[in-house]
Structure formats: structure tokens, C-alpha cells
């Protein structure tokens, strides 16, 4: 089932158990993919990869949002920050372990030669596109710089 489709079913399901703080991420879920349906030069379609793409956007906004009020001594507002990502890092596809990271990211280093940090850039850009939506690309930063610094 489409990305979209599980969203809006799940909003119904939210509805009736009166859930406010998964309702109200699955709404702003719903939001912005119909944004992205209806943005000008679009096909009125809004495939799994863009869908993915614009759920980690909500999620880092939700995470930078709980930062700023934790800073603020607002944790009332960090926790609903928090929840709302929770809700929404459910419809991303499963994270890959550092384990599984490290290891894919050894073989794109050997694939596109790299050997030193001043290579860094290529191996991001290979691995940008590879592991779109199964690993933080903070994440994917950290390990590469780490690799090729060793």
C-alpha cells in the first residue's frame, strides 16, 4: 500500500482512538504529501521515494524544534516535538544498524576509490544516493569522515 494511502487510513484509526498527538502528526504527514501532489510541475502523483524524503525533512524539523525548546526550558513542548517524530520515523523504512552502515560504506569507499578526506565528497554523493531513507545522512557524514580519516 502507497505511503499516502497508510497515512490517511491510519488517521481514521487515530480519529477513533482519539489519539491527539499521532492525529495530528499523520495530518501534517497528510499535508505536506498533498502538498507535493499538487505542487506546480508535478503529476498529481507522489511516489514512496519522495514520500520518504519529505518524512525525514518532518522529522528533523521535529527533532531541531525539541532542541530549541529544551534550550528554552519548554520540555512540555520538546515531548510533543519528540512524539510527533516518533509517529512519523514509523513510516520510514527500517534504519540500517551502524554495523550494516559501516559495512556498506566500505564497499562504496572501495568502489569509488577513495582513500583519503580530501575524497570525502565523492564518497557522500555516491552514498547519498545509495542509502536514501535507510540511514541519517548525519549519520552516513560521521562514518565516512571517520573511515577515510583512518
Do not use: C, H, W
Not at 54 to 65: A, T
Amino acid at each position: 500500500m502507497p505511503l499516502f494511502d497508510q497515512v490517511s487510513q491510519d488517521i481514521k484509526s487515530a480519529m477513533l482512538a482519539k489519539d491527539k498527538i499521532r492525529l495530528q502528526a499523520l495530518r501534517g504527514i497528510k499535508k505536506e504529501f498533498l502538498e507535493a501532489k499538487t505542487a506546480k510541475g508535478g503529476d498529481g502523483e507522489l511516489s514512496d521515494e519522495a514520500a520518504v524524503k519529505i518524512l525525514q525533512k518532518m522529522i528533523k524539523q521535529r527533532k531541531e524544534s525539541a532542541a530549541i525548546y529544551t534550550e528554552q526550558s519548554r520540555p512540555e513542548l520538546a515531548a510533543d516535538e519528540l512524539a510527533e517524530a516518533a509517529v512519523i520515523e514509523a513510516y520510514l523504512p527500517r534504519q540500517m544498524s551502524p554495523e550494516e552502515l559501516e559495512s556498506a560504506l566500505k564497499a562504496l569507499i572501495a568502489q569509488t576509490g577513495a582513500s583519503a578526506p580530501q575524497d570525502m565528497g565523492k564518497v557522500m554523493g555516491a552514498a547519498t544516493k545509495a542509502l536514501a531513507g535507510k540511514a541519517e545522512g548525519r549519520a552516513v557524514s560521521e562514518a565516512v569522515k571517520r573511515l577515510l580519516n583512518n
